[in-house]
């Protein structure tokens, strides 16, 4: 099974507001950046499409570690998602999960792979997170002065 690392992250410009998000797969020593924007959405969908984008790059099986800044994604995706599932896709308030559309779609392009959730604190000097930071930011910048 191949190794890949993936390390993405997402941007918003006012949560609602233009977004952007970035992903970096490396391959032994190949590395590939995807970046996209969306001109009206939130933080946490930019987060998300940065992992569903990555992870859907990937054309066969394989063994991920996925690191990502956000709490939100990890916590959601190893801790929050099962409980959404037997409860008929409503929280602990009894209220539809948010983004559901985007847990689905994270749940199906992992699910073939082996994916090690990894967090790392963002702003903390890792030059990954640093960079998708920064590709994410400037697309948010780039769709928001578009609009």
Not at 35 to 64: F, H, K, S, Y
Not at 76 to 82: A, E, F, M, N, S
Not at 137 to 147: L, M, T
Request: glycine share 8%; hydrophobic share 40%.
């Amino acid at each position: 099974m191949k190794q890949v690392k993936i390390f993405t992250d997402g941007a918003c410009k006012g949560n609602p507001g233009p977004g952007g998000w970035a992903a970096l797969l490396r391959m032994d020593d190949v590395e590939k950046e995807l970046v996209g924007a969306d001109p009206a959405t939130t933080n946490n969908r930019m987060e998300m499409t940065a992992v569903i984008r990555a992870l859907a790059q990937l054309n066969q099986p394989c063994a991920v570690t996925l690191q990502t800044d956000s709490r939100y994604v990890i916590d959601g995706i190893t801790k929050w998602v099962h409980g959404w599932i037997k409860k008929g896709w409503v929280n602990s308030k009894r209220e539809p999960v948010a983004n559901e559309d985007l847990w689905r779609e994270m749940m199906i392009v992992a699910r073939p792979h082996k994916v090690e959730w990894q967090w790392v604190k963002g702003h903390s000097g890792s030059p990954e997170n640093e960079r998708v930071d920064s590709l994410a930011s400037e697309a948010a910048v780039k769709v928001g002065r578009k609009r």
